[in-house]
């Protein structure tokens, strides 16, 4: 089975071309893009109901994981995320885990397990709506993010903000950190952050959910105002 | 200082090396990640004093205008700075032979050899109602722009008519007056294009591929209704 990400970093998708009898890939519901005719795709509920369930309660993801296989060689499946940015991969040896923003998981190989990861009170992205998953191998496991994805050396350590973490490598570990004192929290842009330390990688995200969500809020439309002019202005520009 | 942009054009990323003693000036919120000792400090709006006169920027202006600054206090410190937009960046090299002007929300970062002047009157007056506001950028240094969508840098000797949405930044051998679209009001506003700049000179225009205002009015219109 190959596997090959394309339109990287702006619109990554993943090309699947099946070779061998028992190729097969693992996706979240939705990120079919398209296939071949005769790639086959069975659908299930990962891990039986209640692992499912949980997974859908405290991971954000669906309940529902598509299987692919193909009938015959030469076949190609394209999976492709939600949100404009990249896509990228990792190679997990057998029990070694990654762990990975909930929405950011698009597809893996092999047999990577996917459990979440009760953070707790020391959830790293708590009051957010976003949880962390973990992955173990051994497989290949496929996760694509909102911007580009810069893969950053914790080693001599690393300050994330928070909104921009899309995973962490197995080795790492974090604290959260509130950035600088009062007056900055409030002013200075930048609120909670993650302090990253041990070996490893953590991979951050170019751009962030929130700052698009608030840069759209303010042309929200107002219930209940006079939006007549604007709708003259709409028609007559041919809308 | 080393500024290297990273994923253009439109997921971009610009990541900055500093060694012991240098420091860069960065919009506020910019910062995705940072590595090795690094000192930082909030400032308010460049060369303005107070928090009144910040918060009536804020008001005015797309965006309020504070800066966080990052000191390095170890050789190979970086910060990785973005905008909020998906777009493209550049590193514009501004010298004593020229000024440069900004659009406020494309302002990025730069060291403290360049002076940031957000109390220049001139366009800003002008577009505070459309919450667009201009920087006066000038000394030497790199200066790191951010567009909505991708950059287009033309190199102008002569005219130029441009939408203001459009418009990231120009330098000081260029004039510019103000105008209506066309020839008349009524088809101004029709048109969509409303005022424009009339820009004549000898310099560098950089524009931007796509309108935030556009953006926004097009996306907005769609999403959930606010309660009032």
Same mark, same amino acid.
């Given at each position: 089975?190959?596997?090959?990400?394309?339109?990287?970093?702006?619109?990554?998708?993943?090309?699947?071309?099946?070779?061998?009898?028992?190729?097969?890939?693992?996706?979240?519901?939705?990120?079919?893009?398209?296939?071949?005719?005769? @790639?086959?795709?069975?659908?299930?509920?990962?891990?039986?109901?209640?692992?499912?369930?949980?997974?859908?309660?405290?991971?954000?993801?669906?309940?529902?994981?598509?299987?692919?296989?193909?009938?015959?060689?030469?076949?190609?499946?394209?999976?492709?995320?939600?949100?404009?940015?990249?896509?990228?991969?990792?190679?997990?040896?057998?029990?070694?885990?990654?762990?990975?923003?909930?929405?950011?998981?698009?597809?893996?190989?092999?047999?990577?397990?996917?459990?979440?990861?009760?953070?707790?009170?020391?959830?790293?992205?708590?009051?957010?709506?976003?949880?962390?998953?973990?992955?173990?191998?051994?497989?290949?496991?496929?996760?694509?993010?909102?911007?580009?994805?810069?893969?950053?050396?914790?080693?001599?350590?690393?300050?994330?903000?928070?909104?921009?973490?899309?995973?962490?490598?197995?080795?790492?570990?974090?604290?959260?950190?509130?950035?600088?004192?009062?007056?900055?929290?409030?002013?200075?842009?930048?609120?909670?952050?993650?302090?990253?330390?041990?070996?490893?990688?953590?991979?951050?995200?170019?751009?962030?959910?929130?700052?698009? @969500?608030?840069?759209?809020?303010?042309?929200?439309?107002?219930?209940?105002?006079?939006?007549?002019?604007?709708?003259?202005?709409?028609?007559?520009?041919?809308? | 200082?080393?500024?290297?942009?990273?994923?253009?054009?439109?997921?971009?990323?610009?990541?900055?090396?500093?060694?012991?003693?240098?420091?860069?000036?960065?919009?506020?919120?910019?910062?995705?990640?940072?590595?090795?000792?690094?000192?930082?400090?909030?400032?308010?709006?460049?060369?303005?004093?107070? /928090? /009144?006169?910040?918060?009536?920027?804020?008001?005015?202006?797309?965006?309020?205008?504070?800066?966080?600054?990052?000191?390095?206090?170890?050789?190979?410190?970086?910060?990785?700075?973005?905008?909020?937009?998906?777009?493209?960046?550049?590193?514009?090299?501004?010298?004593?032979?020229?000024?440069?002007?900004?659009?406020?929300?494309?302002?990025?970062?730069?060291?403290?050899?360049?002076?940031?002047? %957000?109390?220049?009157?001139?366009?800003?007056?002008?577009?505070?109602?459309?919450?667009?506001?201009?920087?006066?950028?000038?000394?030497?240094?790199?200066?790191?722009?951010?567009?909505?969508?991708?950059?287009?840098?033309?190199?102008?000797?002569?005219?130029?008519?441009?939408?203001?949405?459009?418009?990231?930044?120009? %330098?000081?051998?260029?004039?510019? %007056?103000?105008?209506?679209?066309?020839?008349?009001?009524?088809?101004?506003?029709?048109?969509?294009?409303?005022?424009?700049?009339?820009?004549?000179?000898?310099?560098?225009?950089?524009?931007?591929?796509?309108?935030?205002?556009?953006?926004?009015?097009?996306?907005?219109?769609?999403?959930?209704?606010?309660?009032?």
């Amino acid at each position: 089975m190959r596997t090959e990400i394309l339109q990287s970093p702006a619109f990554g998708m993943l090309r699947v071309t099946f070779e061998m009898r028992d190729d097969r890939i693992v996706a979240e519901a939705g990120a079919m893009v398209g296939h071949t005719a005769g @790639v086959k795709m069975t659908t299930e509920m990962q891990g039986g109901f209640l692992a499912a369930a949980k997974r859908k309660l405290l991971g954000g993801e669906t309940i529902f994981k598509n299987t692919f296989t193909g009938t015959k060689p030469g076949q190609e499946l394209l999976l492709a995320p939600g949100p404009q940015g990249d896509l990228q991969s990792i190679k997990l040896r057998a029990g070694e885990s990654f762990t990975l923003l909930s929405g950011a998981y698009v597809a893996h190989t092999g047999d990577v397990k996917i459990d979440t990861k009760w953070q707790g009170a020391r959830s790293i992205l708590s009051g957010t709506g976003f949880f962390m998953l973990q992955a173990t191998g051994p497989g290949e496991l496929f996760f694509a993010a909102y911007g580009g994805i810069e893969k950053i050396d914790v080693s001599r350590g690393v300050l994330v903000d928070n909104g921009h973490i899309v995973g962490f490598t197995e080795g790492a570990r974090y604290e959260l950190k509130q950035f600088g004192g009062f007056r900055s929290f409030f002013l200075g842009g930048e609120g909670v952050v993650c302090r990253f330390i041990g070996t490893g990688h953590v991979y951050v995200q170019t751009r962030n959910v929130a700052n698009l @969500v608030s840069f759209l809020t303010p042309f929200r439309p107002v219930k209940g105002s006079d939006s007549t002019k604007g709708k003259l202005f709409d028609a007559m520009k041919g809308d | 200082m080393h500024i290297d942009v990273r994923h253009r054009p439109a997921e971009s990323v610009a990541h900055v090396k500093m060694n012991a003693g240098e420091s860069i000036r960065a919009e506020s919120g910019a910062m995705l990640a940072m590595v090795g000792g690094i000192k930082v400090e909030t400032n308010g709006p460049a060369s303005s004093g107070g /928090l /009144l006169k910040s918060l009536k920027r804020k008001v005015l202006g797309a965006e309020s205008f504070f800066t966080n600054t990052f000191k390095a206090t170890d050789n190979d410190a970086a910060v990785w700075l973005a905008p909020r937009l998906p777009g493209d960046m550049v590193v514009h090299e501004v010298n004593s032979s020229h000024e440069l002007m900004v659009q406020g929300g494309s302002f990025v970062a730069a060291p403290m050899s360049v002076s940031i002047d %957000t109390r220049f009157e001139g366009l800003g007056g002008l577009f505070s109602g459309e919450g667009l506001f201009f920087l006066k950028i000038h000394g030497h240094g790199p200066v790191v722009l951010n567009a909505f969508g991708a950059i287009d840098a033309i190199d102008l000797d002569g005219e130029l008519i441009v939408d203001t949405g459009h418009l990231v930044a120009f %330098t000081s051998g260029v004039g510019y %007056t103000v105008q209506k679209a066309a020839d008349d009001w009524l088809t101004s506003l029709l048109s969509g294009e409303g005022l424009v700049l009339h820009l004549k000179g000898k310099g560098r225009v950089y524009l931007q591929t796509r309108n935030p205002d556009e953006y926004g009015k097009a996306a907005g219109r769609h999403l959930a209704p606010i309660e009032h």
